[in-house]
């Protein structure tokens, strides 16, 4: 059932005849992996891993878990982490009165952050010392225990010097400790390894682990399988914690939940975490990908769907994924038991009127620093810095995430280039090595529109175009699928192609490699060179188009 809209004496309203009955899946679409979550009362938070993009780890909020509202990252200044960012798999966990973020920062630290509220600030990094444990940490979790003992749960894949990861626990310390200008937590006591898999392949990657207790059992949950085709989500349990691996008992319906050998439009669930509703209900929120034509470029996004608790023929308890849906995730399912609570939506036009930037902008790599852009007066301003898209590094390029297969992008540019090497304009793709873009360039006496097609085989100049000598154009990107259309125009709705369709199957994991997926914004070089000189973007608009 869907809200209607009616209009009482002029205004507005938003009604609904009914509670809802289905929502639909993805419910967070676009690059938005590694979905972890946590409820406090009636309200629902989560956070997904980012990787090279700046700001790190968004933050939502829900109360239905299905309508969302970004309100922060946990990683959102300079020097609150030691390095450069690169950030896997977080969790969010609360515990008396504070939320706790802890992730791995790549290649190889895991800390966590803190904050009183999850729209922020957040802390200062606090590490832990693995280089001294001698121990690899990928994908950690904070579990308490009723007697207030804190528990870190993670995987090492030096245990074996093979390609296994091993799922270990221990207790920590999480006072912070000020050893050499860096904050560090404490581990406490011996490490126990528990699994390296649940067994059921075909690949042994164990990651992902999160402990959770119930009904005084102590059960863990590991995402197995690799992050792809074969991903999955699997269980064990224990009843003390302390127990040696052998000990401990593996769910026989293992793997709860994954679509390796299911038809589906999704595809590679894992990588999950679960919460009990205030009405005693049991969800779980997952990584998936919807493909086309056996590809995505939209990365891995987080999906919702129904837990239910099964008996085994020992009579243990264990929870199951759909189990009467077939045990996978649909991309429509029954509403949980929660009122509807829709969240203010973005509109699909920034005006650049708040001030500061949206929280849907991100960076590609962290800024040595942030006076490269402005807002003044409804517009955003870029600063051309020397560094050029097709660098390995952080460039002049404020973007969003795509989070539709077929949508529309279009801004308004007032750019006056003062030679050769100075170009802005529009940029879509996933990394330097596989973009397309749209620059405006003065070369010589003439001011052109340039298409470049940017693949692991180089980079091309597919089309280029005189247009009016000035200052003023328009840039619109129309996306079909794998289609991807270029427009400009000196005045709005007055478009000429940009060059012919573009195939932005570049763009897809399969070919770019990496963990995102695709972003499009504003970008300006002067490549390579000292500039002073300025672009102008009085407005970036993205909306979704029908049958997405």
């Not at 051309?384 to 308004?412: M, S």
Request: charged share 20%.
């Amino acid at each position: 059932m869907k809200p209607f809209l009616i209009v009482v004496f002029g205004v507005l309203s938003l009604c609904s005849l009914a509670q809802f009955e289905t929502y639909t899946n993805p419910i967070i679409p676009g690059f938005y992996p590694d979905p972890s979550v946590c409820r406090v009362g009636d309200d629902y938070y989560l956070v997904n891993s980012s990787f090279e993009w700046w700001p790190g780890i968004p933050v939502w909020h829900s109360r239905d878990l299905v309508n969302w509202n970004h309100i922060g990252h946990a990683i959102h200044r300079k020097g609150q982490i030691c390095t450069n960012p690169n950030i896997w798999a977080p969790t969010i966990r609360y515990h008396q009165g504070k939320f706790y973020v802890i992730c791995t920062e790549r290649p190889g630290s895991v800390f966590f952050v803190t904050a009183d509220n999850p729209a922020g600030p957040w802390s200062d990094a606090v590490y832990f010392d693995i280089d001294k444990e001698k121990v690899s940490a990928i994908d950690p979790s904070l579990f308490w225990d009723e007697d207030g003992t804190c528990w870190l749960a993670s995987n090492d894949r030096n245990k074996s010097g093979t390609i296994k990861h091993w799922v270990w626990i221990q207790k920590v310390d999480l006072k912070p400790v000020n050893r050499g200008g860096r904050l560090e937590a404490s581990f406490v006591g011996e490490r126990n390894y528990i699994c390296d898999g649940s067994g059921v392949g075909p690949d042994n990657y164990a990651e992902g682990p999160h402990l959770f207790k119930v009904d005084g059992f102590y059960y863990l949950m590991i995402a197995e399988g690799g992050t792809w085709d074969n991903h999955a989500v699997s269980f064990l349990r224990t009843d003390d914690l302390e127990k040696s691996a052998e000990d401990w008992e593996y769910c026989p319906f293992n793997p709860v939940l994954t679509h390796r050998d299911k038809q589906s439009p999704i595809s590679a669930t894992g990588h999950a975490d679960m919460v009990e509703t205030q009405n005693g209900d049991w969800w779980l929120v997952h990584l998936g990908v919807r493909k086309q034509d056996g590809k995505h470029k939209l990365g891995r996004e987080t999906f919702l769907v129904p837990l239910q608790w099964k008996t085994d023929s020992l009579g243990r308890k264990w929870p199951l994924a759909n189990p009467d849906k077939g045990n996978k995730t649909l991309m429509e399912d029954q509403w949980p038991n929660l009122s509807w609570s829709p969240e203010k939506q973005r509109a699909n036009i920034d005006e650049f009127q708040n001030g500061t930037l949206g929280l849907q902008y991100n960076f590609y790599n962290e800024p040595e620093n942030l006076d490269w852009y402005k807002i003044v007066d409804g517009q955003l301003h870029i600063k051309l810095l020397p560094a050029k898209a097709t660098d390995k590094g952080h460039c002049a390029f404020i973007a969003r995430r795509q989070q539709h297969h077929n949508f529309n992008v279009e801004t308004e540019i007032f750019f006056h280039p003062k030679n050769e090497t100075e170009v802005a304009g529009l940029m879509t793709g996933i990394k330097n090595t596989n973009h397309i873009r749209v620059e405006i360039s003065k070369p010589g006496n003439e001011t052109m529109a340039t298409l470049y097609y940017v693949s692991p085989h180089g980079e091309k100049n597919v089309a280029r175009v005189n247009v009016p000598t000035g200052n003023h154009y328009f840039l619109r990107l129309e996306a079909r699928g794998w289609n991807f259309q270029f427009y400009i125009g000196t005045k709005k709705n007055k478009w000429v192609k940009l060059g012919g369709l573009q195939d932005a199957r570049i763009m897809s994991s399969e070919i770019a490699k990496g963990f995102t997926g695709s972003y499009v914004g504003m970008y300006a070089s002067s490549n390579g060179n000292t500039s002073d000189n300025w672009c102008r973007f009085e407005y970036f608009m993205y909306e979704p188009y029908h049958n997405n």
